[in-house]
């Protein structure tokens, strides 16, 4: 393929009107090229030429490989769902999908019930000291790093090679009860009154909200019927449950917070196709389209409902009130000596107690780093594969620069796990720009294998230190000895304790000290 002498990017359907037997040279590249046929798809056309079938339908589908159908070879065929724009794959078992998709929902919810644990600033039983627990820092880093890898792993032009694209394609279903692509949406809900672009963007939105109400009705469950929780009547006031809940929403805030602002940027992602056309040619596809849905011209018909009723309050909740809203909120806290006040540190502790107080407004800038991750991957495709690479580059540098200077967290072993992080999800998407072909010059296999397996050790190594870190700051005695009494082994004892290490060891048995009130053996 080819971009037209006039400079005007054309596609691929850009046919002769009335010079029948001959074929227009003026074409467009494929975002995909595996999508494309190129110079292949000649002897399918000649064979339904020669049939006498040759429909504008049957010569766009003469263009594109198996998978693929419609404007660019865009869209996928039944039998196939689309993975990530213009990637298409064939369909698993609904059997295999739901499968997936549970074991994903349960790792979210498993993630989601850590960041309440950890946010809930009452529950120390298992710390070693509330001096040295960064548990909270380095579980943040942890999910932190798993997300802008699945942001970084679907850019739209990269071919990953073979030994890193099934470790990414993991990372993706990790995320997928969530996202939503990852494994394939159209293979699991069938085309009906409302378009399948549209159920993908219903789904994506709604999922972290159901996962959210799995959560509460688990709580609900556990509150009634757990022997650890029925016996700790000083947990049943009204504080402590809205304490709960505003764990539970921060919780999942952040972990569907790039699935929602992808969500929302995709509605406005367009792609410019054939501009109008004098005789003896016809343009087949002119304006811009949907990338969501090849065949739908952006802005025109469902679309432009959509996009303006749902996609601009979305922006201007995620992009704009979300971060805008907790920096001023924190910055006037900060200003009026809210931050020590211990009402106050109760209800909205979550918002900072991970960050250094100069810095107490620093989940905003999260927010804001999150955001321009997911524009990139979003958007990006537009530039090329290369300029899209390069610009992620870019971001992950500036906040590699930005942790290194600013030092968030409070802890600074947290703040030093942060900049690994950055920078190996740097490396990770500078080595992606050499998966790209440059300048006619394409990477070979074998390069590609060997980097692939070099990145692939770099986040491993650094995703088991970090977790070696975070398994260090917790004291497992205490830990069992709760899930001992949670699973009711010692439902006949009421015990209303606080478990602390003694001078801080790792190895020393807990000490438990109980409250006045607390009564024995029954």
């Not at 467009?28 to 006498?52: D, F, H, K, T, Y």
């Not at 339908?57 to 990530?84: E, L, S």
């Not at 120390?124 to 909270?136: G, P, V």
């Not at 390069?390 to 971001?395: E, G």
């Amino acid at each position: 393929m080819s971009i037209c002498a006039d400079g005007v990017t054309h596609s691929c359907f850009y046919v002769p009107a009335l010079v029948h037997g001959t074929w227009c040279t003026c074409m467009c590249r494929c975002i995909n090229p595996a999508a494309c046929l190129g110079e292949a798809a000649l002897s399918n056309m000649g064979a339904i030429n020669a049939s006498g079938n040759m429909t504008m339908d049957a010569y766009k589908t003469a263009q594109c490989a198996p998978a693929y159908q419609g404007n660019v070879c865009g869209d996928c065929k039944d039998g196939y769902g689309k993975v990530r724009p213009f990637l298409c794959r064939k369909c698993m078992s609904r059997v295999t999908i739901v499968m997936l998709y549970t074991v994903g929902a349960l790792a979210i919810i498993g993630m989601i019930k850590l960041l309440m644990y950890f946010h809930h600033s009452s529950n120390t039983t298992i710390r070693k000291s509330l001096e040295d627990a960064i548990s909270d820092e380095l579980l943040k880093v942890l999910v932190l790093h798993g997300q802008w890898l699945d942001i970084i792993s679907n850019l739209v032009n990269v071919p990953w090679p073979a030994t890193l694209a099934l470790p990414l394609q993991i990372v993706n279903g990790i995320w997928s009860s969530s996202n939503g692509s990852s494994i394939g949406f159209e293979c699991i809900f069938p085309r009906n009154a409302i378009p399948l672009s549209i159920q993908r963007v219903l789904f994506c939105l709604f999922t972290p909200v159901a996962i959210m109400c799995i959560v509460l009705l688990v709580e609900a469950i556990v509150h009634k019927f757990g022997p650890a929780v029925r016996d700790s009547r000083k947990e049943d006031s009204p504080t402590h449950t809205r304490h709960k809940l505003a764990s539970l929403v921060v919780a999942v805030v952040f972990l569907s917070l790039p699935t929602w602002v992808s969500t929302a940027f995709s509605l406005f992602t367009c792609m410019q196709l054939d501009r109008p056309a004098s005789l003896p040619y016809h343009a087949e596809a002119v304006g811009r389209f949907w990338v969501a849905d090849m065949q739908q011209q952006c802005y025109a018909g469902y679309h432009k409902a959509w996009a303006f009723g749902l996609g601009i309050p979305l922006l201007l909740l995620l992009c704009v009130l979300l971060p805008g809203g907790v920096f001023v909120f924190m910055w006037r806290s900060r200003k009026h000596g809210l931050l020590i006040d211990a009402a106050f540190e109760r209800h909205y502790g979550f918002m900072y107690h991970l960050w250094r107080e100069e810095v107490c407004w620093w989940e905003a800038v999260v927010v804001l780093q999150t955001i321009g991750l997911v524009m990139v991957a979003t958007f990006g495709f537009a530039l090329g594969g290369y300029y899209q690479g390069l610009v992620t580059v870019a971001v992950l540098g500036l906040i590699v620069m930005l942790l290194s200077w600013v030092r968030p967290f409070k802890c600074p072993a947290a703040n030093t796990t942060a900049v690994q992080s950055a920078c190996v999800l740097l490396l990770t998407s500078f080595t992606a720009l050499t998966f790209l072909p440059y300048n006619g010059l394409e990477p070979g296999h074998v390069y590609g294998n060997i980097m692939g397996v070099v990145v692939l050790l770099l986040n491993v190594l650094f995703l088991a230190y970090a977790t070696w870190r975070l398994a260090l700051t917790i004291d497992w005695a205490a830990a069992r000895e709760a899930l001992r009494r949670f699973m009711g082994k010692g439902c006949g004892v009421k015990q209303h304790s606080s478990v602390k290490a003694v001078n801080g060891s790792s190895g020393g048995p807990p000490v438990e000290s109980k409250d006045a009130g607390a009564e024995g053996q029954p």
